[in-house]
């Protein structure tokens, strides 16, 4: 039972355009959220996070959504750029499993230039 | 100055044999975790421990045993190794225990049981 989900495997956009990878979560019991992005042979690296009191939260050109009677949220880059292709992960956690965040099984995105 | 690393970075070995992979953390942070990326690259938590204690462990068999000689080092040894135990193996850290707070990660073990 995969509890957080990322239905897209794959998202190709052209450089400077806006890139959203979505991400739903089936656990009510979620209240923090946190995107990773994984260059190829690297680990995975935080970028942003979101407390479910929010539903945006910025951070220069990242930006990530929370909707949470849709149980959904998204991550908005803008504008993209090819040094932003890589893998990203979409993470949950809430006090049932703090320490424990539940990841998604990531969207490749790639910038064309 | 890499944050967390592990080693080896690949680990091609036998079915049967028994294996370890090493972690170590210079960011100072109690929590130390093993997390496992299978085939669907789904990441998953194997085990955290926090100040040399174990904290969480996820259901994992008996095969796998942590080991913290210090809150800066997490290593895994493998007993037995299978072939569903072929894997990216991936150690991680964080300030505090049982938070919310994100993770950072080494570069990951690449492990092939053949």
């Known amino acids: 039972d995969q509890q957080v989900k990322q239905n897209s495997p794959s998202l190709s956009v052209q450089e400077g355009r806006i890139s959203i990878l979505n991400c739903d979560y089936t656990?009510?019991?979620?209240?923090?959220f946190l995107w990773y992005k994984k260059y190829p042979a690297e680990g995975p690296t935080f970028l942003i996070s979101?407390?479910?009191?929010?539903d945006k939260n910025e951070d220069g050109r990242f930006t990530v959504f929370l909707n949470k009677s849709a149980k959904h949220l998204s991550l908005h880059i803008v504008p993209s750029q090819p040094g932003d292709s890589a893998v990203y992960f979409c993470?949950?956690?809430?006090?049932?499993?703090?320490?424990?965040?539940?990841f998604g099984d990531g969207t490749t995105l790639t910038v064309k230039p | 100055d890499t944050a967390v690393s592990q080693t080896p970075k690949y680990l091609v070995t036998q079915m049967g044999n028994d294996k370890s992979i090493k972690c170590e953390q210079n960011?100072?942070?109690?929590?130390m975790y093993w997390y496992k990326q299978d085939s669907k690259k789904f990441l998953k938590i194997m085990f955290s421990y926090n100040n040399k204690e174990l904290i969480i462990n996820e259901t994992v068999p008996n095969r796998f045993s942590p080991k913290s000689p210090d809150k800066a080092h997490l290593n895994l040894h493998i007993n037995s190794l299978e072939l569903g135990d072929s894997a990216v193996y991936f150690c991680a850290s964080s300030q505090r225990v049982l938070t919310n707070e994100k993770l950072f990660f080494g570069s990951g073990t690449q492990l092939s049981v053949l």
């Open positions: 960011l100072g942070h109690d929590t």
């Open positions: 979101i407390s479910s009191i929010k």
């Open positions: 656990n009510s019991m979620f209240d923090y």
């Open positions: 993470a949950a956690s809430g006090n049932t499993n703090a320490g424990k965040s539940t």
